[in-house]
């Protein structure tokens, strides 16, 4: 057995006792003044590649909030609920215009009425495939902190979470129903899947029954001339994230009729879950996948259908939508929007703006200082004299004296 005082001292070496030399470099107008005009000429033109991207990318906004206020003949959109942005010069084309139309909709096994929306609009011109249709959202705070960990994970990766695993967890208020003196899990829980938008989606059913849509799968030629009179189909598959997707399983509950939908869920399952009208299949249903990757900021798109293959040709469309969202209880909005994408993806002029101002404002500066410094230069300091440019002798014999200085104290006294 040693007999060796165990002792807690660091030991004597550059990095334990902080002698590691250290580089801190010296700010002088030779360094500085060219530093400013090279990040300059570089980001200017980084900043106009990407508005001329941006620029590349076809898009058409419009706002449907007010579609249910329209009645049964089109009426105009307000100029302020649209915008359409194309490439190069187009003809001007009439504004987008909806009606609205008192309709029933069908789910697997209940039916409820509801209002259809019809928008027709203009494509001025032909939109190259890739297409892209989102629906956006305004003034929604999906990054409330109580929303986004309002979800219970392991439910939906298939595990069949009971009343006493979700009472007290992160999908509270809405985690289990109390019906008298019985309580049953909400499947899926939690604020995000309560909220889901429109509610309804494309539903996996059996066999034979009828698949309802919120967005129509297909935007309709309004006339003949039109893309030949063919609808243009649109895809809901593969919009979501294949990291995402690999988070849902299939439900495993044995006994459908202990769970409970959500509260807002409650028209599609009027009598809750049963083998005729099962819950959504989450880990096929892409739609919910989207909804669930909460966005960052309250005005936001997510993906509701694509076409990958072909054109959009130019011409006038209508597109049927829903309307089961109520937007207007917390002040928001709801838009279509129509879009393709550019190398550097969709239509966003912002970070070129940002690339270009500061280029700007960095060759600026730089010519400024440039000239004030060739003007009245300032006199610079001797460098040699910093301390750390002091010879190895002076180092040394203040890490000496400062040791002995420490020791005096009782510093030492601890190891």
Request: aromatic letters at 12%; proline letters at 8%; glycine letters at 6%.
């Amino acid at each position: 057995m040693s007999t060796d005082a165990k002792t807690r001292k660091p030991a004597n070496t550059a990095f334990k006792q902080q002698r590691l030399k250290a580089w801190q470099p010296i700010l002088t107008p030779k360094t500085v003044l060219p530093t400013f005009i090279l990040v300059g000429i570089l980001f200017a033109p980084i900043g106009g590649l990407l508005l001329w991207a941006s620029d590349t990318v076809a898009e058409v906004v419009i706002d449907y909030t007010q579609c249910e206020n329209a009645g049964v003949n089109y009426v105009s959109v307000p100029q302020d609920s649209y915008s359409t942005s194309f490439p190069g010069k187009v003809d001007p084309v009439e504004p987008p215009a909806f009606k609205a139309v008192p309709a029933i909709q069908e789910g697997p096994n209940a039916t409820w009425p509801t209002t259809k929306c019809t928008v027709k609009f203009t494509i001025p011109d032909t939109m190259k495939a890739p297409v892209f249709v989102y629906y956006r959202l305004s003034n929604f705070y999906q990054n409330h902190r109580r929303y986004v960990k309002s979800v219970d994970a392991k439910q939906l990766s298939g595990t069949a979470r009971t009343v006493a695993d979700l009472n007290g967890g992160s999908c509270d208020p809405l985690a289990v129903v109390k019906e008298g003196d019985a309580q049953f899990p909400i499947y899926p829980c939690g604020l995000i899947a309560n909220s889901m938008f429109n509610g309804k989606y494309p539903i996996n059913v059996a066999v034979g029954l009828t698949r309802t849509y919120s967005f129509s799968p297909f935007l309709n030629p309004f006339d003949s001339t039109t893309n030949g009179a063919h609808p243009y189909l649109l895809s809901e598959t593969g919009i979501s994230w294949p990291s995402d997707a690999k988070k849902y399983g299939v439900q495993t509950y044995p006994d459908l009729s202990q769970i409970r939908p959500p509260p807002n869920w409650i028209k599609q399952y009027p009598n809750g879950y049963s083998a005729a009208s099962p819950p959504i299949d989450v880990s096929k249903n892409e739609h919910f996948q989207v909804w669930m990757r909460t966005a960052g900021l309250p005005n936001f798109r997510k993906l509701y259908s694509k076409n990958t293959v072909d054109a959009l040709q130019k011409g006038t469309y209508t597109m049927d939508i829903n309307m089961n969202y109520n937007v207007t209880s917390y002040g928001g909005t709801k838009s279509i929007v129509i879009s393709t994408v550019s190398f550097m993806g969709g239509r966003n002029p912002f970070l070129g703006i940002a690339y270009v101002v500061v280029g700007v404002i960095c060759v600026v500066l730089g010519l400024v200082f440039t000239a004030r410094h060739l003007y009245k230069p300032r006199r610079l300091g001797d460098h040699t004299y910093l301390s750390w440019n002091q010879n190895a002798a002076t180092n040394a014999a203040m890490t000496n004296a400062a040791a002995t200085s420490a020791t005096a104290t009782g510093a030492s006294a601890r190891y």
